[in-house]
């Protein structure tokens, strides 16, 4: 991982997207199983459960969130 990548990781773990937190995504409730996974430019995942159906799922950090974190460890 690039430092860009773990400066962006550390940004998205303030926001709260750390592990054993729970966060409604797209409309879901899910417990975040893992802290940011970075997959491309602009592909940032969590691995989670979500609460309903007791799934594990991969679910992208919505791309409006990870461009505010760009531009807050740009900074």
């Not at 940004?11 to 997207?17: A, N, Y």
């Not at 750390?18 to 899910?30: N, P």
């Not at 969130?65 to 807050?72: C, F, G, L, S």
Request: net charge positive; proline share 4%; hydrophobic share 40%.
């Amino acid at each position: 991982m690039t430092k860009q990548q773990i400066s962006l990781c550390d940004t998205l773990k303030r926001l709260g997207f750390t592990k054993e937190t729970q966060m409604r995504l797209y409309g879901q409730e899910f417990l975040l199983r893992s802290d940011p996974i970075i997959m491309g430019d602009k592909s940032v995942f969590v691995d989670a459960i979500e609460k309903k159906s007791g799934l594990l799922r991969r679910v992208r950090i919505p791309v409006p969130i990870v461009n505010m974190a760009w531009e807050r460890h740009a900074t």
